[in-house]
T-cell receptor
Framework: AQTVTQSQPEMSVQEAETVTLSCTYD???????LFWYKQPPSRQMILVIR??????QNATENRFSVNFQKAAKSFSLKISDSQLGDAAMYFC???????????FGQGTTLQVKP | AAGVIQSPRHLIKEKRETATLKCYPI?????VYWYQQGPGQDPQFLIS???????DKGSIPDRFSAQQFSDYHSELNMSSLELGDSALYFC????????????FGPGTRLTVT
């Protein structure tokens, strides 16, 4: 069975600085995707960034980038130039390439200090 | 662009009652996933449908059932509700199984009293 682990329940960062959220996963599948979702207080699930496992190049989306280490089964999220609006719960998720179902980590609450 | 629609957005039921949650996927999406997120927890996969057939099943209680209709919308039926069923229920849709892109609806907040 696949598992996703986020070992940082809470993180904080000063506005305009950079923060990295950690995630590790375990799987025996060869075809899968990895995601970071943001969940603000409204509880809407917002896709931040997506990585195909077969791609070696790390995904980037504006201020958001990932460090995907396939052999180590690690998938961290780096947020650059942090903004107050980045404050939220962040979930790392594993997506099966066969069934598509998502398995989420426990989440990391990010606080951004002005 | 059209998004995933869920109705109702909020629902209050008493113990032992039944509830029906509806999900309307993005147009031309043929796959629907249901997730349950309890207070302070991560979302848990319940069940999914592809082309109107059940494609995968997670930790869904026997009291719950779901189906996908010919227009691709899906309904999650919950019977004999318990206090522990109080949660946020998300529906997500995608085009094809394992496509790597899954779009979430706003969720239905179910409160069981």
């Amino acid at each position: 069975a696949q598992t996703v682990t986020q070992s940082q329940p809470e993180m904080s960062v000063q506005e305009a600085e950079t923060v990295t959220l950690s995630c590790t996963y375990d799987t025996s599948e060869s075809d899968y995707y990895l995601f970071w979702y943001k969940q603000p207080p409204s509880r809407q699930m917002i896709l931040v960034i997506r990585q195909e496992a077969y791609k070696q190049q790390n995904a980037t989306e504006n201020r958001f980038s990932v460090n995907f280490q396939k052999a180590a089964k690690s998938f961290s999220l780096k947020i650059s130039d942090s903004q107050l609006g980045d404050a939220a719960m962040y979930f790392c998720a594993y997506g099966s390439g066969n069934t598509g179902k998502l398995i989420f980590g426990q989440g990391t609450t990010l606080q951004v200090k002005p | 662009a059209a998004g995933v629609i869920q109705s109702p957005r909020h629902l209050i039921k008493e113990k032992r009652e039944t509830a029906t949650l509806k999900c309307y996927p993005i147009p031309r999406h043929d796959t629907v996933y249901w997730y349950q997120q309890g207070p302070g927890q991560d979302p848990q996969f319940l069940i999914s449908f592809y082309e109107k057939m059940q494609s995968d099943k997670g930790s869904i209680p026997d009291r719950f059932s779901a189906q996908q209709f010919s227009d691709y919308h899906s309904e999650l039926n919950m019977s004999s509700l318990e206090l522990g069923d109080s949660a946020l229920y998300f529906c997500a849709s995608s085009s094809g199984l394992g496509s790597g892109e899954q779009y979430f609806g706003p969720g239905t907040r179910l409160t069981v009293t």
